[in-house]
C-alpha cells in the first residue's frame, strides 16, 4: 500500500495505524502533531487511525527556542 508521509512516498503495509509510522519515524509522540489528509488527529486517536491507499500524513514536531 502507497502512502505519503512528510511529501515522500512509503510503501507500507495494509492495516498500519498512524501509531504505527509514529514508531517506525521514531518520533516521540508527546512532542508532535499529526494530521492525515488535512484532518488533525490528536494523539489518543492515533492507534485507532487506520491509514488507507493514498493518504497523506503530515508529522509535524515542536521546536523550542528563544
Given at each position: 500500500?502507497?502512502?505519503v508521509v512528510n511529501g515522500k512516498a512509503l510503501e507500507t503495509?495494509?492495516?498500519v495505524t498512524l501509531a504505527d509510522i509514529?514508531?517506525?519515524l521514531n518520533a516521540r509522540a508527546a512532542r508532535v502533531a499529526t494530521?492525515?489528509?488535512g484532518n488533525v488527529i490528536p494523539a489518543e486517536r492515533r492507534a485507532a487511525a487506520?491509514?488507507?491507499e493514498g493518504d497523506r500524513v503530515e508529522v509535524l514536531a515542536?521546536?523550542?527556542g528563544g
Open positions: 500500500m502507497k502512502i503495509r495494509p492495516g509514529l514508531a517506525g494530521m492525515i489528509n487506520v491509514l488507507h515542536f521546536a523550542g
